[in-house]
């Protein structure tokens, strides 16, 4: 069982950055692949982030890669999200995710966080 709490969300002007973080307060967090996903009104959520157990291998949508960084520590159960350069279009809640699967699809992922908003102003 693994229960997630995000924070770190806000309001940033475009070009700013923000730092979210995702806790596991149950603590078997080191056991899982872990993820973040975001959802603007009216649209599919969508992948954009995941590392692995260990934290060795991290993959990036594109829309972000470059500007975003995912890292997790794990004595501390927590996944970041480094949020760089951000822009209007990356508006959206977003939510961390753990799975024993290493994939980019939501439905892979069998734990979920509640969200944190992000809304970046122009």
């Known amino acids: 069982q693994v229960q997630l709490v995000e924070s770190g969300g806000g309001l940033v002007q475009a070009g700013g950055s923000l730092r979210l973080s995702c806790a596991d307060s149950?603590?078997?967090?080191?056991?899982?692949?872990m993820g973040w996903f975001r959802q603007a009104p009216e649209k599919e959520r969508e992948f954009v982030a995941r590392?692995?157990?260990?934290?060795?291998?991290?993959t990036y949508a594109g829309s972000v890669r470059g500007r975003f960084t995912i890292s997790r520590d794990n004595a501390k159960n927590t996944v970041y999200l480094q949020m760089n350069s951000l822009q209007p279009e990356d508006t959206a809640v977003y939510y961390c995710?753990?799975?024993?699967?290493?994939?980019?699809?939501?439905?892979?992922?069998?734990?979920w966080g509640q969200g944190t908003q992000v809304t970046v102003s122009s």
């Open positions: 149950v603590h078997t967090f080191s056991n899982y692949n």
């Open positions: 590392v692995t157990r260990s934290g060795i291998t991290k």
């Open positions: 995710a753990a799975s024993t699967a290493f994939e980019t699809a939501a439905g892979t992922y069998n734990y």
